[in-house]
């Protein structure tokens, strides 16, 4: 944010736009895999907004700001008696 801040001399509006999905099951993921999930999607999105808004406040003076979060991210669901599907290649 800081480099881009003095490239353009301030910034105005930030869109944070940021998903992942698990790989595998729900049953068969370990904790660490929904992690990396949260990590990307929720707390890649707060740290994006928590370097922006310094320099939001500061160029809010000029004209107030925004951020912008969005998250996409496909899903599939199934009955439970369902068979296990092989799980998505990285």
Do not use: K, Q
């Not at 895999?33 to 990307?40: C, I, K, M, N, S």
């Not at 707390?43 to 922006?52: D, E, F, I, S, W």
Request: glycine content about 8%; hydrophobic content about 45%; aromatic content about 2%.
């Amino acid at each position: 944010m800081a480099e881009a801040v003095a490239e353009f001399g301030a910034l105005h509006t930030v869109v944070g736009n940021a998903g992942i999905g698990a790989i595998g099951t729900v049953e068969d993921n370990a904790d660490d895999e929904w992690h990396r999930v949260l990590d990307v999607n929720v707390l890649g999105l707060v740290r994006t907004a928590r370097a922006a808004l310094p320099h939001l406040r500061a160029a809010a003076a000029e004209r107030p700001g925004s951020v912008s979060i969005t998250h996409t991210c496909s899903c599939r669901s199934a009955p439970p008696t369902a068979p296990a599907r092989a799980p998505c290649s990285r």
